[in-house]
């Protein structure tokens, strides 16, 4: 069936570092895609989207990377900081279709000192 | 206050009991919506108010009752609960309905016992 899902539940980096985090989706027709971040004991925090006709955007610190090709989806956070550790879920949309989004399970980032 | 706001923070009840959840949101939204979130699962999405009307009810069973008396009020009504309740139920509004931003608030950890 469609899904929206993540590579991998929990990704541990130093302080720092550059991390990526990953997502697949396979239905063709999404055209929106969004990264959520949830720290502990709070709700999930938008931190940056993107639309099927980019290829890549950039925030503070925060790149969002879509191939379309193969349906993959990546965060990219430079110089990690401890207060990055949260879980990150990514989320998609698809037009025509339902207007709420797709969830996946979440990577959990965890970042050493 | 500012964003989306829910109370209480954490619910414990026994399976005979009649609790409420609120979420409150001052942001001018016309959407809100009820998401439960249980452990190493996706967010799942659970009801949906559009200008107070409901939308979408996600095959919710019965003893869960949202109500939503205007567009910034929304109240999740439990009774008779059951131990696989137990999760954070997350509330979130958008500007609109098909508005893909959404935005959370902190949850309420609820325990059925």
């Known amino acids: 069936g469609e899904s929206v899902g993540l590579h991998l539940p929990t990704l541990s980096v130093q302080e720092g570092d550059n991390s990526i985090i990953n997502c697949a989706y396979s239905?063709?027709?999404?055209?929106?895609f969004i990264w959520y971040k949830q720290e502990s004991g709070k709700g999930p925090q938008f931190i940056i989207d993107?639309?099927?006709?980019?290829d890549k955007r950039q925030g503070q610190r925060v790149t969002v990377l879509l191939n379309k090709t193969v349906k993959h989806l990546s965060l990219q956070i430079a110089a990690t900081q401890p207060g990055d550790s949260a879980v990150y879920f990514c989320a998609e949309n698809r037009s025509g279709g339902s207007y709420i989004p797709t969830f996946g399970r979440g990577t959990s980032l965890i970042v050493h000192p | 206050e500012t964003g989306v706001t829910q109370t209480p923070r954490h619910l414990v009840m026994g399976m005979t009991n009649k609790k409420s959840l609120k979420c409150e949101q001052h942001l001018g939204h016309n959407a809100m919506y009820w998401y439960k979130q249980s452990a190493k699962k996706p967010l799942e999405l659970m009801f949906v108010?559009?200008?107070?009307?409901?939308?979408e009810n996600n095959s919710v069973p019965s003893r869960f009752s949202p109500e939503c008396p205007n567009s910034s009020h929304l109240f999740l009504h439990l009774h008779t609960l059951q131990p696989e309740d137990s999760a954070l139920y997350l509330c979130?509004?958008?500007?609109?309905?098909?508005?893909?931003?959404?935005?959370f608030g902190p949850g309420t950890r609820l325990t059925v016992t």
């Open positions: 979130a509004s958008s500007q609109v309905l098909a508005s893909y931003e959404q935005y």
């Open positions: 239905n063709s027709a999404s055209d929106y």
């Open positions: 108010y559009s200008l107070e009307e409901r939308v």
């Open positions: 993107i639309r099927s006709n980019m």
